[in-house]
């Protein structure tokens, strides 16, 4: 681990959003969807491995059982590579590689009538710590990706995991049709701000555009 990394174990959870990032009125946020390559005799090249070779780990909401990947506030005093090996730190208690970002969604909050940018990234996982800052208020789970697909409860999120998987060979799945996305860069998250005025305010549903 980088000394930048063996802090962030050791140091509590950050609370408040003094130091929080926005981008004309959205605020920023980033997540990790972290994974591992199940124990097979293959060898972990994308060209050599499928989803079924893969798990990825979700973790639970700290008010409900909602199962969700890690993701926060991007702050003034980091940057966004660090935000979101913190934040995965923090929530999931994974440290691991993280790998260039899969794109960025924008999102509408549950709980507040406010949008919100994410940009996600995959983290291959390379250790598990038995203490992490919010150990005592979520559960973590290691899943298949069908699994993930079926678990996961906020869309936009779903369709992070789908560009991540799009990165690795796909045979024939035995559960599901693949889902089908919009391509990615076909709208900039610029172009989508133009939408939030046709926006219905439902609280109940994410609301969530891709770029």
């Known amino acids: 681990m980088t000394m930048q990394?063996?802090?962030l174990v050791a140091l509590p959870a950050r609370t408040g959003r003094?130091?929080?990032?926005y981008s004309q009125g959205f605020r920023l946020v980033v997540g990790c969807i972290p994974y591992r390559f199940r124990k097979t005799n293959k060898s972990p090249q994308n060209h050599e491995i499928s989803i079924h070779d893969l798990e990825v780990l979700l973790i639970s909401s700290q008010k409900s059982p909602r199962m969700m990947f890690p993701k926060g506030g991007w702050e003034l005093d980091e940057d966004?590579?660090?935000a979101a090996s913190r934040e995965t730190i923090e929530e999931a208690g994974v440290i691991g590689l993280l790998e260039d970002k899969l794109g960025?969604?924008?999102?509408k909050s549950r709980s507040q009538d406010k949008y919100h940018e994410a940009s996600m990234f995959p983290l291959l996982v390379t250790e598990e710590l038995d203490v992490w800052p919010e150990k005592d208020v979520r559960q973590r789970v290691w899943m298949s990706v069908n699994e993930a697909r079926e678990?996961?409860?906020?869309?936009?999120m779903k369709e992070a995991l789908e560009a991540f998987v799009s990165q690795f060979s796909a045979p024939t799945r035995m559960v599901e049709e693949p889902l089908m996305l919009p391509r990615l860069g076909s709208c900039r998250v610029d172009e989508l701000r133009l939408c939030r005025r046709a926006q219905n305010g439902d609280d109940d549903v994410d609301r969530y555009l891709i770029s």
Not at 18 to 21: E, I, K, N, S, V
């Open 5 to 7: 990394i063996k802090k």
């Open 104 to 107: 960025e969604w924008v999102f």
């Open 151 to 156: 678990a996961c409860a906020h869309p936009w």
């Open 80 to 82: 966004i590579r660090m």
């Open 18 to 21: 003094h130091l929080q990032r």
